[in-house]
Nanobody, 117 residues
Framework: VQLQASGGGVVQAGGSLRLSCAASGPIRVMDMGWFRQAPGKEREFVASITWNGGRTAYADSVKGRFTISRDNVKNTEYLQMNSLKPEDTAVYYC????????????WGQGTQVTVSS
């Protein structure tokens, strides 16, 4: 499965962006996630959603501001980001894994999100 992330850009603090991640094949049996990496920092978990959308998880830093969702018909996952802060600036990566696996093994190329103060 190949993943293509899009939707990044430059936005002012308090603004919103919606990231999309299109998969080249079916994702209906895959858990999906979003990660991010800021300059000089390690990649960190942002959000995840189970294969059927039944369970989501968020990093504490984005809870209440970001929402992960998926459309298994379109083979696409989304990350709605509201109330953006400068510290959200990073390259955002989408990822996928088999629902029976622990680690993500499919990764997208990343999309840059820059939040100006």
């Amino acid at each position: 499965v190949q993943l293509q992330a899009s939707g990044g850009g430059v936005v002012q603090a308090g603004g919103s962006l919606r990231l999309s991640c299109a998969a080249s094949g079916p994702i209906r049996v895959m858990d999906m996630g979003w990660f991010r990496q800021a300059p000089g920092k390690e990649r960190e978990f942002v959000a995840s959603i189970t294969w059927n959308g039944g369970r989501t998880a968020y990093a504490d830093s984005v809870k209440g501001r970001f929402t992960i969702s998926r459309d298994n018909v379109k083979n696409t996952e989304y990350l709605q980001m509201n109330s953006l802060k400068p510290e959200d600036t990073a390259v955002y990566y989408c990822a996928a894994k088999s629902s029976i696996m622990t680690d993500y093994h499919y990764w997208g190329q990343g999309t840059q999100v820059t939040v100006s103060s």
